[in-house]
């Protein structure tokens, strides 16, 4: 190999026209690690080829991801390719780390999406694929695992074209022959077919006929290609490329390539295609901020938490829209405040590699303070933009936490709040009064991970419970709620008065608040709705039944809120007087137990889908779809996240480690009675 192009040292690339930020999502175990290790290994990014199984690997580099084959947070780097500048973000499949990946792909401008040519499309990647559309992100498919001998890139297409009706493919590289093991594959635009080393042109009818499907599609976006098209001739490579390209960044068509990460078969036809077809910074609309080096600083936090270098020091990870970051400028983040950027670094997975500045475009790593969250906006002082953050799932699985020795419990509660503060999913609560620490996440590995992290950083044994699903309160229906408070302070009398009305939402996650009067003509502004949509939430927590953790599946519409006196002084007694109105309304409504459920897709080999069926009929779960193949089977079902508790164990022993399964949460349903021992908490 040779040496590297790659200099840290160097100042960040400029050129926003040729740079391009890419992320790499796939369904769990599809290769996705293993692609983008070869990627970096192409580029010269490094002189190693890592190896998921073996530990090596640059992206996976915790304990816990090592520990498990498994990537659980996102990891980043950058590489120069024939001119452009590449920065990738790994993201993990497994959907307890969901969270990882909607940050993540925030940041990004295209994506890479994996799909496993023996298995074709998997529920994740269909979750990951809604993600992308949400954002409206661009995005180029790699089949891969084509050296597999059950692997088949035409049924992995069709798979492809079946879960996404609404999206035309077009295949820019194809297996030959199209099924079996990889021993060739075909450049479809070039006309070229690659064997190992080994590049020549290979005129076929075959290749005509996948060029003439190219030359169809493109037409449509290039006139050039079209005109050529009617007349019957081969038009121009250029403009087939162009109207593809045209096509790719409008959504209207997704080019498909295809390889084996594994074995590096059509990595760098890949690498190609992410620098012709996906858009570079410019080319996608950020809130209007335009990739301006000389404007003011405006960039998304898009992870945070303790430095992996063990030094207890924070640090961000983000992403810079415009203007320009230095050591030693001065920025500012609501919430956080205004702080000095004293050291600045390029990550390459775990690596930080010092540099002076970076510009629009650019992912970099810094030293933060501990305030800052995932989702926050980091901008010159005095600048009043702020981009929005991503939401997130609420955690709805708990366990209790607690030292072996009794002293230590103060240094755990610390431990265990730093560590969770880098996953805004996961939750961690002391109660003072009772002595007990809890943390909350959306699965069991996910708590499993946590557990492990803290007790590492922690130093010493840690006791974890068994896990319980949490239980909520809503609302049964609709009610009305209203409050007036007044306050002396000295010589000045404060008003506040708040009518709102409460329904239920059946999506989970914390009370939606929805202002249905106009709140600027009676001087509410951004700011100060924000603040009292803080101090609602809070009261929420706090205002819940004892046996309930919080309020949850409600939405609040804010009738009228009216002020008398100085707002930046009557602003609390508004909060108090909204918080007040929305609990009476909530009694008026009538309050409900509710818990979470979740959509179950299981795959299982064909002779183990009786009893995987059976086995989730008794665990009350409704049946959607069952299908069989024959190399898998495949149910869908949904269920009480509650009778989900180990089956993950169970599935194991019935499929001889063979099946697997991904459950999301889709809402909260009333809780029901359980019938017979199988109502308790697990299965």
């Known amino acids: 190999m ?24 796939a369904h769990i175990n599809a290769g996705k690690t293993t692609l983008t290790e070869r990627i970096l290994f192409d580029s010269g990014r490094q002189r190693h080829c890592g ?4 530990g090596t690997a640059t992206m996976d580099w915790t304990t816990e991801e090592r520990d498990r084959g498994i990537s659980i947070v996102a990891g980043v780097s950058r590489l120069s390719w024939r001119g452009y500048t590449i920065q990738v973000v790994d993201t993990p499949g497994h959907v307890d780390f969901s969270a990882e990946v909607t940050r993540s792909v925030r940041v990004a401008d295209g994506a890479i999406v994996v799909v496993d040519g023996v298995r074709g499309v998997e529920s994740q990647t269909e979750a990951v694929w809604r993600v992308l559309d949400s954002i409206g992100l661009p995005r180029l498919v790699f089949v891969n695992k084509l050296d597999r001998e059950t692997a088949s890139f035409e049924r992995a297409l069709a798979s492809l074209r079946e879960a996404f009706p609404a999206q035309r493919f077009a295949p820019v590289v194809r297996p030959w022959p199209e099924s079996g093991a990889l021993r060739t594959l075909v450049d479809v635009l070039g006309g070229r077919v ?15 006929a996948w060029r003439d499907a190219l030359d169809e599609l493109a037409a449509d976006f290039d006139e050039q290609t079209m005109a050529a098209f009617c007349a019957g001739l081969r038009a121009p490579l250029a403009a087939v490329a162009a109207g593809l390209r045209i096509a790719t960044l409008g959504r ?15 990595v760098e036809p890949l690498l190609d295609a992410v620098c012709q077809f996906l858009p570079a910074p410019s080319e996608r609309d950020h809130a209007e901020l335009r990739p301006d080096a000389a404007g003011p600083l405006i960039a998304l936090v898009f992870q945070s938490g303790l430095s992996a270098a063990g030094d207890g020091r924070f640090e961000a990870l983000l992403r810079i829209y415009s203007g320009t970051l230095a050591v030693g400028s001065r920025v500012e983040s609501p919430g956080a405040g205004e702080f000095t950027v004293e050291q600045l670094a390029e990550p390459h997975g775990v690596a930080r590699e010092p540099i002076r500045r970076a510009g629009p475009g650019d992912l970099v790593a810094l030293t933060v303070p501990w305030q800052l969250r995932s989702g926050a906006t980091v901008r010159t002082p005095g600048t009043d ?11 709805v699985l708990s366990i209790r936490l607690e030292p072996e020795r009794s002293e230590d419990l103060a240094r755990l509660v610390t431990t265990a709040r730093a560590i969770a503060a880098s996953d805004p999913t996961l939750d961690v609560r002391f109660d003072d009064a009772q002595g007990i620490l809890t943390a909350s996440g959306l699965g069991e590995l996910h708590l499993e991970v946590l557990v492990e992290r803290i007790e590492r950083a922690f130093g010493a044994g840690v006791r974890a419970g068994r896990p319980a699903v949490q239980s909520f309160a809503t609302v049964e229906g609709p009610g009305r709620g209203e409050a007036a408070l007044e306050r002396r302070l000295g010589d000045t009398v404060l008003r506040a008065a708040a009518r709102v009305a409460v329904r239920p939402e059946p999506q989970l996650g914390v009370p939606a608040l929805h202002w249905a009067f106009d709140a600027e003509a009676v001087g509410l502004g ?3 709705r924000a603040e009292l949509a803080a101090g609602l939430l809070a009261g929420l927590e706090g205002g819940a039944d004892p046996e309930v953790e919080a309020v949850r599946g409600v939405a609040v519409d804010v009738l009228e809120v009216a002020v008398d006196g100085r707002l930046e002084m009557a602003l609390p007694l508004a909060v108090e007087a909204i918080v007040l109105a929305t609990r009476r309304a909530c009694r ?5 137990l509710v818990e979470p459920w979740v959509s179950l897709v299981v795959t299982v080999p064909p002779d183990a889908l009786s009893a995987c069926v059976a086995d989730l009929r008794a665990r009350d779960a409704e049946l959607r779809d069952v299908t069989s193949g024959w190399q898998f089977g495949e149910i869908r079902a ?22 697997d399964f991904v459950a999301n949460l889709t809402g909260l349903r009333p809780r029901a009675p359980r019938r017979g021992a199988a109502g308790r908490d697990g299965p």
């Open 2 to 25: 040779s040496e590297s192009i790659h200099n840290p040292s160097e100042p960040l690339a400029r050129d926003v026209r040729r740079t391009r930020n890419v992320c790499v999502v």
């Open 51 to 54: 190896d998921v199984d073996s």
């Open 194 to 208: 690659q064997r190992g080393d080994a590049c020549a042109d290979v005129p076929s009818e075959r290749l005509d």
């Open 252 to 266: 209207s068509v997704i080019p498909v390539l295809c390889g084996s990460a594994l074995r590096n078969r059509g």
């Open 385 to 395: 933009i702020e981009l929005e953050a991503p939401t997130f799932p609420t955690p």
């Open 526 to 528: 951004g700011a100060s």
């Open 588 to 592: 008026a409504a009538g309050r409900a």
């Open 638 to 659: 949904e269920l009480a996240l509650v009778r989900c508790l180990g089956y993950a164990t169970r599935l194991r022993s019935m499929t001889r480690g063979k099946g």
